[in-house]
């Protein structure tokens, strides 16, 4: 083989050339590697900032929950609290409800025995026994002469050639209450023959007049004026003055304790109540 000489164009080696874009051509795959490796380089920061950005979720999911359940126990802290709180003022006020309850039955109870004794003491003024029914009055004991029919006991006020009556409760065998300080009470006193004197509590005898009035009188009177008899009638007593003529009894009508004509009517009947 002949060896030729270089070629030259212009004064140019085109060896020179060929090695220039060599270089280039190795310069430019160089740069190419570094692109690639770059572009590899920023293709694999997203994967690890999504790993990153994972962990963050992952690490802020835990706090979440960490901090949920921080949450829940306090929440389950404030419920148990509450309950408490709850378990608390209910018992507070049950207790208070049951010492309320109690009060009001404790002042129920005090007010229900203050009104039962008031009532009792009540009842007991107005229903004592002042008088006791007695069928045949005894000598020497205090009696007083009471219209079944009116209520109706003698005074000494007069009225009327008689005296004005006044009214004594009765429970429909005895007489209640207080007496009256007008009401008459008579002592019995008897003779032989079973007639009878009311002496009130100053001495005074009940007696009747010729003239057939009723009258108070401190001394015994002519023609037995101041004796009484009694006949049984169905419902008590007739009263009749032994020494007055026409069989004058004693009556009480309209208010007033009067002598007349003994009648079967409730004017003329009369019971002894016999005081303690």
Request: one cysteine or more.
């Amino acid at each position: 083989m002949i060896e030729s000489e270089p070629v030259r164009y212009n004064g140019t080696d085109p060896g020179g050339i060929r090695d220039m874009k060599k270089f280039i051509k190795f310069t430019a795959l160089l740069t190419c590697g570094m692109l690639s490796l770059q572009l590899i380089s920023c293709t694999s920061k997203p994967v690890a900032t999504e790993s990153s950005e994972t962990t963050n979720v992952f690490e802020a999911t835990t706090t979440e929950i960490s901090e949920t359940s921080e949450t829940t126990t306090v929440t389950e802290t404030s419920q148990t609290t509450s309950e408490e709180t709850s378990e608390t003022t209910t018992e507070a006020t049950t207790s208070e409800t049951t010492a309320a309850t109690t009060e009001s039955s404790e002042t129920s109870a005090s007010t229900s025995a203050s009104e039962t004794s008031a009532t009792s003491e009540t009842s007991q003024i107005s229903n004592d026994v002042c008088a006791i029914y007695t069928k045949i009055p005894e000598e020497k004991k205090n009696y007083i002469i009471y219209n079944e029919a009116f209520g109706g006991t003698i005074t000494a006020n007069a009225m009327n050639k008689g005296f004005i009556g006044i009214t004594i409760v009765s429970d429909g065998t005895n007489l209640t209450g207080d007496i009256p300080a007008e009401a008459l009470q008579f002592t019995v006193f008897y003779d032989e023959r079973q007639n009878f004197t009311l002496r009130d509590l100053d001495g005074r005898f009940l007696s009747a007049t010729s003239q057939g009035e009723l009258i108070l009188t401190d001394k015994p009177v002519e023609d037995n004026y101041q004796f009484w008899r009694m006949e049984e009638t169905k419902d008590g007593w007739h009263i009749i003055n032994v020494g007055a003529a026409n069989n004058q009894a004693l009556q009480y009508s309209s208010g007033t304790f009067s002598i007349r004509t003994c009648a079967n009517t409730s004017a003329f009947v009369f019971n002894f109540y016999e005081v303690g």
